[in-house]
């Protein structure tokens, strides 16, 4: 069936993502509209969105092992994360900018905010980004982010995770979620995952080992895959 | 169980929080180092960008009216005629209409430098009222929320505006308003976010895209 291709998306479905007030998740309760969503048809506003050139982003950007190192590499696992960024109907999504943040190995972010005892890592910056190719690939190299407390409820740790942001062909896409690690014992117990109503959506977050993609003597490899929204088909001219 | 459509489409990516440091990976420079060559920030457009000056800035509050101090907002418009630098508008624009600001950690205020947008075509042939789209991550936010941002200074078009319109509480269609002040030679549309409100009718108008 024919699709528009700047045509509307389909609608979000609202159980495939955690409620605004989620009581859990103890900031959300303050951060959380009353009223409904207004849900409005779409317009150009909602079906086109910014794109992004490749030579604005520099050569190291996809790399974090290198592009804060200043006298050496930083300290932890080092790993590849890669996947495919796809729209509902399992289409490509490409050209899209995904730009990646994390904590480092010792569950410490580069933030002027994160007072946590964990110690920076002089060689560590935490974030990377990059754009999709021609198949909605993306690959970047990093050092597996460590778990940390934070203030939630006493004696909180966050899984070790990282940050996703996703920006797509359309606003409507606009996305930002988090990664886990297969096998965290971490992910069952915390609060933000909870916040997700369903265990299969739960899983579509956890990256699992792609032994097959390892890099010998160097690197163990994860695959992450992101779907957006899909544009809808068009079953009769208007 | 929806087991029909996931036969035919892939479920949704879940959304979660940005969280409370977002800035690392969306404005390293706000966390506090610097890291990539070209940044992405609040300006939009070059000196040469046909249109009106202004600049967009206020606060987004909390239930209890506290300034969201963590926040990070992006903004997408048209250029002065209305058009969006995407392959979807025949008259594409050199304008690319895109900008992300965090709120400033002391005073909670975010601002973006940009041009006024044109009127932009809507559903059925209809105008659209100059607008900004509007998106908001922060830590407790679990699913972006989007809004938008209208002239003070359109009433007309505003009143004839299809998705302002639709909006079934009048009552709530001033919190989508972003007034027009002058200040040191500067056009400013103050638009504060109220994320949560005690009185409905307060509350800032959030849409599902």
């Known amino acids: ?238 | 169980m929806s087991s029909v459509q996931q036969i035919t489409r892939l479920p949704e990516t879940a959304s979660q929080t940005g969280g409370p440091y977002v800035h690392i990976g969306l404005a390293p420079q706000q966390a506090g180092f610097e890291i990539f060559e070209r940044n992405f920030g609040n300006v939009l457009g070059a000196p040469q960008t046909p249109g009106e000056r202004i600049v967009v800035e206020g606060r987004v509050l909390d239930g209890s009216g506290t300034p969201m101090r963590d926040v990070l907002i992006e903004i997408w418009q048209a250029d002065a005629d209305g058009h969006y630098a995407h392959p979807a508008d025949p008259r594409s624009s050199a304008f690319r209409g895109w900008g992300r600001s965090g709120a400033d950690f002391e005073t909670g205020v975010y601002r973006f430098d940009t041009i006024k947008p044109g009127p932009v075509p809507g559903r059925g042939g209809r105008m659209q009222a100059p607008h900004i789209a509007f998106v908001l991550f922060a830590r407790g936010i679990n699913v972006g929320l989007h809004t938008r941002m209208y002239f003070s200074d359109e009433k007309v078009a505003n009143d004839a505006d299809p998705v302002l319109t639709s909006i079934e509480w009048e009552v709530r269609r001033h919190t989508l308003i972003g007034h027009r002040e002058q200040r040191d030679g500067d056009i400013v549309y103050r638009f504060d976010i109220r994320v949560q409100a005690p009185d409905p009718a307060q509350e800032t108008v959030f849409f599902d895209v």
Request: aromatic share 10%.
């Open chain 1, 1 to 238: 069936m024919p699709t528009d291709p700047f045509g509307d998306f389909v609608q979000r479905d609202p159980s495939l993502h955690p409620p605004a007030y989620a009581p859990g998740y103890k900031t959300s309760v303050l951060r959380s509209p009353k009223n409904a969503l207004i849900s409005i048809q779409q317009t150009l506003t909602e079906r086109t969105a910014p794109q992004f050139r490749a030579d604005e982003l520099g050569p190291l950007d996809a790399d974090l092992i290198r592009n804060f190192a200043k006298d050496g590499m930083p300290i932890g696992e080092r790993i590849v994360v890669h996947g495919f960024v796809k729209d509902e109907f399992g289409r490509p999504v490409r050209n899209a900018l995904v730009e990646v943040w994390q904590a480092n190995a010792s569950g410490r972010y580069r933030h002027r905010k994160d007072q946590y005892i964990g110690a920076l890592d002089p060689n560590f910056g935490g974030c990377g980004r990059m754009l999709t190719d021609a198949d909605g690939h993306y690959a970047y190299r990093t050092i597996k982010p460590g778990p940390y407390p934070w203030r939630n409820r006493i004696n909180e740790w966050r899984p070790s995770h990282i940050h996703y942001s996703i920006c797509g062909d359309g606003w409507a896409q606009r996305l930002i979620t988090q990664m886990y690690f297969e096998g965290d014992p971490l992910i069952a117990t915390c609060p933000i995952v909870r916040t997700i109503p369903s265990d299969e959506q739960i899983r579509g977050l956890v990256a699992l080992q792609d032994v097959a993609n390892f890099i010998e003597m160097d690197s163990r490899c994860y695959r992450f895959d992101i779907v957006l929204r899909g544009r809808r088909a068009t079953w009769f001219e208007h």
